[in-house]
């Protein structure tokens, strides 16, 4: 194992440190994550830090690029998750239950970097062009059928609404509700 420097060089570990395994992002890594993150159809990758899925906390880089649609869901109540805005910007917009939009909240890009959502908090994410790279952390271990609740007033990733739907999101004020060519309930 090798030390990398600031300066690029590397040096040998001492023995005493060779067994700790550093995980290190670069900007070449980033890049790569968002050129396969274009190309996939979701238009958004992780970067898995965390070695194993049941990992007290979680760690990954998040990148997607403008026009990936998240689907508003919300975790339980004990897994809050916490960004840190890598690059571009990336606006996290929170919802009461019936869908109005509670918030808008803008990381990235000049302003606030970090951002922690509460568990239960309904919540989704917009890249603006071109597209953004955060560091998410939130407690493990990652139960995929547990891990978040969709919305039901929101359509399903793929459906024939999403795409209406996140051209709303994309400038949705706060108090806005969606009146798409989807109903949706209100309470």
């Known amino acids: 194992m090798r030390d990398c420097r600031n300066d690029g060089s ?6 005493w440190r060779r067994e700790i395994d550093m995980k290190i992002v670069t900007g070449e890594m980033i ?5 396969r993150a274009a190309m996939s159809p979701r238009k958004r990758l992780n970067l898995n830090l965390h ?13 997607g690029v403008a026009g ?36 808008r909240f ?13 568990g239960d908090e309904w919540h989704s994410f ?3 062009p071109p597209a953004a790279v955060v560091l998410e952390v939130k407690p493990g271990p990652y139960e995929p059928q547990l891990d978040k609740e969709f ?8 459906a024939p609404a999403a795409a209406s739907f996140l051209t ?5 004020p706060p108090g806005g509700i969606w009146g798409g060519e989807w109903q949706m309930p209100r309470q």
């Open 31 to 35: 890049a790569e994550l968002l050129a």
């Open 10 to 15: 590397a040096r040998a570990l001492p023995a």
């Open 68 to 103: 990936t649609y998240v689907r508003p869901h919300r975790h339980r109540i004990d897994k809050w998750e916490l960004l840190n805005a890598l690059q571009g910007r990336l606006d996290v917009v929170t919802f009461a239950s019936s869908g109005a939009v509670k918030g």
């Open 168 to 172: 709303w999101l994309e400038n949705a």
């Open 106 to 118: 803008a990381i990235g890009l000049g302003g606030p970097s970090l951002i922690e959502i509460p």
């Open 126 to 128: 917009v890249f603006h």
């Open 151 to 158: 919305a039901d007033w929101a359509p399903e990733e793929g």
């Open 51 to 63: 070695t194993e899925l049941s990992d007290p906390t979680n760690r990954f880089v998040n990148a």
